[in-house]
């Protein structure tokens, strides 16, 4: 940027185009395009030393200049990227223990028997979960880059876990702002682990060039219900969730989670038969004994993904025009046979007559 003052401008004159400009678009401009030069390559060179008029030469004004602009470009691409994040997959550390599930039907029993209306706004207790991470993924292959990332981020969490099985316990009932109700995760030591797999995960996806994350922190949490499942409620006078519903829950014990599954999941496709999301992908934690139905679920889902894979293989190979060329030739030199052959045995036949 040039200096104030620089090109024998009179004071007086500059004040004119700072207010022409904006005194709020400046300072505005400025802070935000520091934020993002602290990541550029040349942040930790000395601006003196770079842009001092009288003491470095030309050619590094222009570089100054250059590289302004290169950053201006780089802030405006940010934002609009920020703009249009909307996650529609996200890591999932599904509820399996019966004992919770049960309490929560409960729980969600009680509510609706003081609010009968509430019962749309419940979530299924096929749907239970935790959410690890949320993301962008846009199109299949995204979704193969998401799948990727997952299968990366098992061993960086049996590294953390150090071979001990993470127990999650649910105690308690809290909100968010009295729009989402969810079972709140107990402290101890289980925190930590939990927090710093999150991070992982949030990192690892990120570094595939994922859109992943959000700007609040992680909070685990269990939601059971939440009013943006009923807009309608709204209008009939439903603006929050009563505190006087969930009293009697508000230090219940609800069992503990032991995590053996990480799943890639889906906000949009269509839900399973059991009323959980579908997912596309999964890493297993932990030694949880395997069930027969266990087995036979892997093996399907492997054998769909890897026929999702050859599918693709062969959409890809079908469109390049030296494979569409030679099926081409092929069929052309195929009719030519076929058109031969009949010749032949028209002639052959006349013969034997």
Known sequence: ????????MESSECENVSKEKGAFEEEEFEASAMDSLIDMPFATVDIQDEC?????????????????????????????????????????????????????????????????QLAKAMISDGSFHITLLVMQL?????????????????????EILQGEQLILPFQGIDTFGNQVGFVKLAEGDH?????EIAETAKRTFQEKGILAGE?????????????????????????????????????HRFGEEMVHRIDLCSMLKKKQSNGYYHCESSIVIGKKPIGFRDLINEALRRERMGLKSKVKQIKELLLKPETQARIRRELFEGRSVNNSNQGNQVDFGATLT
């Open 1 to 8: 940027m040039e200096r104030p003052g620089a090109g024998g």
């Open 52 to 116: 001092a008029i009288t003491d470095v030469p030309h050619i590094n004004l222009e570089r100054s200049k250059e590289n302004e602009r290169i950053s201006k470009n780089q802030i405006k691409k940010k934002k609009k990227k920020q703009k249009d994040y909307q996650p529609n997959y996200f890591l999932s550390i599904p509820i399996t223990n019966k004992e919770i599930t049960r309490g929560i039907k409960i729980l969600q029993n009680a509510i609706i028997q003081q609010d009968k």
């Open 138 to 158: 846009l199109n299949e292959e995204e979704v193969n880059i998401g799948i990727g990332a997952l299968l990366e981020l098992k061993p960086f969490i049996e």
């Open 191 to 195: 925190i930590n682990p939990l927090l």
């Open 215 to 251: 700007n609040r922190g992680f909070k685990p949490h269990l939601t059971f219900m939440k009013l943006s499942k009923a807009p309608w409620l709204r209008k009939k006078g439903v603006k929050k969730i009563d505190p006087e519903f969930y009293e009697k829950f508000i230090s």
